[in-house]
């Protein structure tokens, strides 16, 4: 059985729920190019959803690496590669810095508010 909800495929097998990106069948790999005269945030805007929403799903290694393959094409037709990449290195660092701050307010026994970044 599968369902789709929250921008995830939850799909049930008999020992496990798997977890996956959900697009629908109208996702193209157009953004805004990097040469037109939009400001760089407009540009960026794909890229800074997609990433972050890869790092914060709980996906196996295997479907994060498909995520992260199915962005790539949407970079080469509209981006330089290097600037996708140091997002992506910024995302991730980003993501576990947060989940490392997480732990340390649990053990002090504090509560640290979760704060939803559009």
Not at 17 to 40: A, G
Not at 63 to 73: G, V
């Amino acid at each position: 059985m599968r369902i789709n909800i929250l921008e995830r495929t939850i799909t049930r097998k008999q020992t496990n729920l798997e977890i996956d990106v959900f697009r629908k069948s109208t996702t193209s790999d157009t953004t805004v190019n990097f040469l037109s005269n939009h400001s760089t945030e407009h540009k960026m805007a794909a890229f800074r959803y997609h990433i972050p929403r890869m790092c914060s799903i709980p996906l196996t290694p295997e479907k994060k690496h498909e995520e992260w393959e199915l962005i790539q094409p949407t970079v080469r037709n509209n981006f330089p590669q290097n600037l996708l990449q140091k997002l992506n290195r910024q995302t991730q660092h980003k993501t576990s810095h947060e989940q490392t701050e997480g732990k340390e307010d649990k053990k002090l026994g504090q509560h640290s508010p979760t704060i939803a970044l559009k």
